[in-house]
């Protein structure tokens, strides 16, 4: 259950947000199996497999998304149409025209669509109450916009939008690299990409390799900027920042796993745990990481 990525929002302060209504609202709206003839459905999951659809525990909430989705290879479709056109061509004796194509490819797909496996695919989200925070486990908008936008269909108002912040990441990552310092609890660590502006967008990247020394600064004094830069906070959860304010990669380094792994044998009671430690976790170092980049943009 632990996150491995982040797409981040504030949460309105003056919201008020009681978890029975949200609850009983993402009920009211849960995924439902696709019908004979539908491709995709699209609604709420209990994140833990029971009866609940939003999972409390200290004030912090986990819900899921979900979506099922029909598997109707195209190679099937066209396959079994040019089985039935020449069928019909040897039938009528003359070529199958565009139109014909056109209406048995509709038919095949009508016919195959009710036989067609379906599969599903879910992504989480966090929401704090308490701090202002909410998170998609996702680095895609798309995914997270087709979230927020469930919300909306349920007519939940979580009054909530995407973090932003006074400093600009790219501006303040190639600072850090600039001068070698990055603002405590951080570490930098040895992913890196640089970009050029321009119409050559030349990029440069580093994987797992020292960042100190002059060849960095020459790329930066280049004209380049950081688009990614890996991050580690308080040697305990490890990232990459991109300069769209992405979370990506996100690990959770041994330090926090080890506290339960080998402790706890019951599933739910280890579920509760590492949840309580994740999102005490990632509450701490959003608000360092916004305060690293200078603090919330007014009207955030």
């Known amino acids: ?145 087709e979230l927020l936008e469930s919300f909306i269909a349920a007519n939940i108002d979580i009054h909530i939008k995407r973090l932003e912040c006074q400093q600009s990441p790219a501006a303040q990552m190639t600072l850090w690299l600039q001068s070698g310092e990055v603002p405590a609890p951080f570490t930098i660590d040895q992913d890196l990409e640089l970009k050029a502006s321009g119409e050559s967008r030349a990029t440069v990247r580093y994987v797992n390799h020292p960042l100190e020394g002059g060849e960095i600064r020459q790329h930066i004094a280049g004209g380049k900027t950081a688009t990614r830069l890996g991050l580690t906070w308080k040697n305990r959860i490890s990232f990459v920042l991109t300069d769209q304010l992405q979370i990506k990669r996100l690990a959770f380094l041994d330090i926090l796993k080890n506290d339960t792994e080998n402790q706890v044998e019951d599933a739910e009671e280890k579920f509760d745990i590492d949840f309580a430690l994740m999102t005490g976790e990632l509450a701490g170092m959003l608000a360092d990481l916004t305060k690293a980049l200078g603090g919330l943009k007014r009207g955030a």
């Open 1 to 145: 259950m632990w996150f491995k990525n982040l797409l981040v929002y504030r949460i309105k302060p003056d919201a008020r947000l009681k978890a029975e209504d949200i609850e009983d609202k993402l009920r009211e709206n849960a995924l439902q199996p696709c019908g004979s003839f539908e491709m995709e459905s699209r609604g709420w999951v209990p994140p833990r497999g029971d009866e609940r659809f939003l999972h409390s525990l200290e004030r912090q909430w986990l819900i899921t998304y979900g979506a099922n989705q029909k598997i109707l290879p195209g190679s099937v479709i066209t396959q079994t149409a040019k089985e039935r056109a020449a069928k019909l061509a040897e039938k009528q004796e003359h070529p199958v025209g565009r139109k014909q194509m056109r209406e048995i490819r509709e038919r095949v797909i009508e016919e195959l669509m009710p036989k067609a496996f379906s599969r599903r695919r879910t992504l989480a989200a966090w929401i704090d109450p308490v701090n202002g925070w909410a998170a998609v486990d996702t680095a895609a908008d798309k995914k997270a916009d």
